[in-house]
C-alpha cells in the first residue's frame, strides 16, 4: 500500500549502499604568518625584494590521517595537512612586480565520531565470457571527506632573516613528490636570507563517512522528462535562441530581478 509525500506516493523501500556522514564540523581558520617556501629561481628574486604582496592562494592537496581514539571507541582522531601555492607579487624597483610562485602548509587536528565496526569488503567486477576482476581487501572504517573553498589572501609580509628566529623549518626532501611536480623548479627550504610570510583565511567542512545499507522509501525510477537541446546544421542557432541573456554577467545579481517572481520585493 502507496503513502502519499507531498505530490509523490511511497510505492516501495529497498535497501540501499552508500556512504553515510556519521559527524561533521564546519571551522574558519586563520592562519598567521605561515612560512612561504618558493623555488630556487623565486628566492633570487625575494633577496632583492623591496615589497611583497599575495596575489592569490590555492590548495594543491590535503593529507587526511585518521586514527582511533584510545579508549574512547568510536571516536577518531583526524589529522590534515593542507598544502597551498602561493602567488606573489615580488617588487624589486620601480616597474611592475614579478610573479614568484611558492609553497605553504597548515596542519590542522580535530576530533569526530565514526562509529564501530572493522567488517572486510570482498568486491568484483563482473566481466562477460571473462574471469570477473578481484578488486582489492577493503575495510569499511570510516572515511575523511574535507571540502573547503578557496583560501582568502590577506596578507603577507617580507622578513629579513635576523628578524625572525623560525623554530619550525620544514624538510622539502619530504613533501609529496606530486606537490613538488606543481612547481617548475626546487623549493628552497633552508635559511634564506629574505623570507616570505602570508596570512590567509580558509573555511572548511570536514566530514566523517563510513560505507552502510541504509532503508529507504521509494516513489519512482528518476525518469529524465526534458528532451536534450541540440543544434543543427541547418539551423544552428536554434540552440543558441533557447538561452536566456545573462544580465547577472553584466550586472551585479540583484535579487529583485526575478522574470519569475510577481510578488514585488521592493529593494530600495
Not at 578557496?150 to 596578507?155: R, S, T, Y
Not at 583565511?201 to 566530514?207: D, E, L, V, Y
Not at 522528462?225 to 540583484?254: M, R, V, Y
Request: glycine letters at 4%; aromatic letters at 10%.
Amino acid at each position: 500500500m502507496s503513502r502519499e509525500l507531498g505530490n509523490n506516493s511511497i510505492k516501495d523501500t529497498v535497501c540501499i549502499h552508500t556512504d553515510k556522514v556519521y559527524d561533521a564540523c564546519k571551522d574558519k581558520d586563520c592562519i598567521v604568518d605561515a612560512r612561504v617556501f618558493v623555488t630556487r629561481c623565486g628566492q633570487e628574486i625575494i633577496d632583492r625584494a623591496i615589497k611583497v604582496k599575495v596575489r592569490k592562494a590555492e590548495i594543491i592537496w590535503i593529507y587526511a590521517d585518521v586514527e582511533d581514539v584510545p579508549f574512547n571507541r568510536g571516536f577518531y582522531t583526524i589529522d590534515l595537512k593542507y598544502f597551498f601555492k602561493i602567488y606573489l607579487d615580488v617588487f624589486t624597483g620601480v616597474g611592475r612586480p614579478v610573479c614568484v610562485e611558492g609553497l605553504c602548509t597548515f596542519d590542522k587536528k580535530v576530533i569526530l565520531f565514526g562509529s564501530e565496526g572493522k567488517a572486510q569488503i570482498f568486491t568484483s567486477k563482473f566481466r562477460p565470457s571473462q574471469q570477473d576482476v578481484a578488486f582489492p581487501v577493503r575495510n569499511n572504517l570510516p572515511v575523511c571527506v574535507v571540502e573547503v573553498v578557496e583560501p582568502i589572501a590577506l596578507a603577507a609580509k617580507l622578513v629579513e632573516r635576523h628578524h625572525h628566529h623560525c623554530c619550525c623549518e620544514m624538510d622539502v626532501s619530504s613533501i609529496p613528490t606530486e606537490i613538488c611536480g606543481c612547481f617548475n623548479d626546487d623549493l628552497v627550504g633552508s635559511e634564506e636570507d629574505k623570507n616570505v610570510f602570508v596570512t590567509l583565511g580558509i573555511f572548511s567542512i570536514i566530514k566523517l563517512e563510513r560505507t552502510v545499507q541504509l532503508l529507504i522509501p521509494v516513489c519512482d525510477f528518476c525518469i529524465p522528462e526534458k528532451e536534450c537541446l541540440s543544434a543543427t546544421e541547418d539551423n544552428p542557432c536554434e540552440l543558441f535562441d533557447s538561452i536566456k541573456f545573462p544580465l547577472d554577467e553584466f550586472f551585479p545579481p540583484n535579487p529583485c530581478r526575478n522574470e519569475n517572481s510577481n510578488t514585488g520585493c521592493g529593494c530600495k
